[in-house]
């Protein structure tokens, strides 16, 4: 059943719609206005770049002509009277930079959601994977807090600038930390049930066949945003249901210690559930800044700090029932 799971939530392709291009590349205005500037700046010019991102990375022409043009079709929207913005280009809303960062406050709240991940395992990795632990529930749990640093890392790039390396790199570091959060809660799970842990390092198995499948057919076969956001959402969903039957599991038995941390990971869920509503959301960003992405990321801070309050509660609690030696988890 377990692998099934896995296979399920991070393997199955469903049928998909291939994506429409947005509405505000195909305008004629702006068009013209992107052949003109490649023709005149990126041809003729000795210096085709006019930003950095952080000063360090350049902007390619073309991608400075998409972006100035972009911003001057927005303006004659609005000198017409128009309210802005009314489209995507390119499968973004426009918004303006600061520092050469594409999306800032996406950026800054990936920033804020790494720092977390990055200090825990940095000055508290005994807390949360005490070395007295299970040996596979600390090597889950290590793993998944590591793959969440370089997830959210991933995310400050792509917002930061979107590449084809980039844009890769946050899809597909997504993926792998939403399953690597499902291979904890299964092990949790296991360990919760008495069962051989070794059925956690055979879903892991499953899951990196899983992954490696996705990652095939975004790659190969359609890189589709909504395909995509399913089968994210099909392991999260399946992450959820992991952990409640988890919290059942470890409330109602008699024989252990009381678990009073437990409904922590029910908040988290609750809360994580939540937030990822917000990507359900679509609207033009407010002062080009404040999307529902960008509030997605804000709301997912708080929530990190949730989620190591409950995993060193919970490892202390582990901790304390294997030396009672009832093997009850």
């Known amino acids: 059943m377990l692998a099934l799971l896995a296979w399920l939530t991070c393997a199955t392709s469903t049928s998909v719609t291939p994506a429409l291009a947005s509405r505000g590349d195909q305008q004629p205005e702006y068009v013209a206005c992107v052949a003109a500037c490649e023709r005149d700046s990126c041809e003729r010019s000795a210096a085709p770049t006019s930003a950095r991102v952080l000063g360090l990375v350049e902007w390619p022409c073309p991608d400075e002509c998409r972006y100035t043009c972009m911003h001057a079709v927005e303006a004659a929207r609005v000198a017409r009277g128009e309210a802005p913005p009314a489209y995507q280009y390119h499968g973004k809303w426009p918004f303006a930079r600061a520092w050469g960062v594409q999306e800032p406050l996406s950026a800054l709240f990936s920033l804020m959601n ?52 980039t844009e890769r790199l946050d ?89 009073p941390h437990a409904a922590l990971v029910l908040w988290f869920q609750l809360g994580l559930l939540a937030s990822a509503s917000l990507e359900l959301v679509d609207f033009p960003p407010l002062a080009r800044a404040v999307d529902a992405h960008a509030l997605w990321h804000l709301a997912t801070v708080p929530l990190t700090v949730l989620w190591y309050r409950f995993s060193e509660r919970d490892a202390a609690w582990r901790v304390r029932v294997r030396g009672t030696r009832k093997r009850v988890m």
């Open 171 to 259: 899809y597909h570091m997504a993926m792998v930390h939403v399953c690597a959060s499902l291979q904890f809660a299964v092990t949790r799970l296991l360990v919760a049930a008495r069962a051989s842990v070794r059925w956690a390092w055979a879903l892991a198995l499953v899951q990196a066949l899983g992954m490696a499948r996705h990652v095939w057919y975004m790659n190969f076969v359609s890189f589709d945003y909504g395909h995509n956001t399913r089968v994210l959402g099909a392991v999260v969903a399946a992450q959820a249901g992991v952990w409640a039957a988890w919290y059942a599991l470890v409330t109602r038995r008699a024989s252990a210690p009381p678990a």
């Open 114 to 165: 790494a720092a977390p991940n990055a200090y825990y395992l940095a000055a508290r990795a005994s807390r949360f994977a005490p070395r007295e632990d299970d040996p596979t529930t600390r090597v889950s749990a290590l793993a998944a807090s590591a793959v969440a640093l370089a997830t959210w890392a991933s995310s400050f790039l792509f917002h930061a600038k979107e590449t084809w390396l």
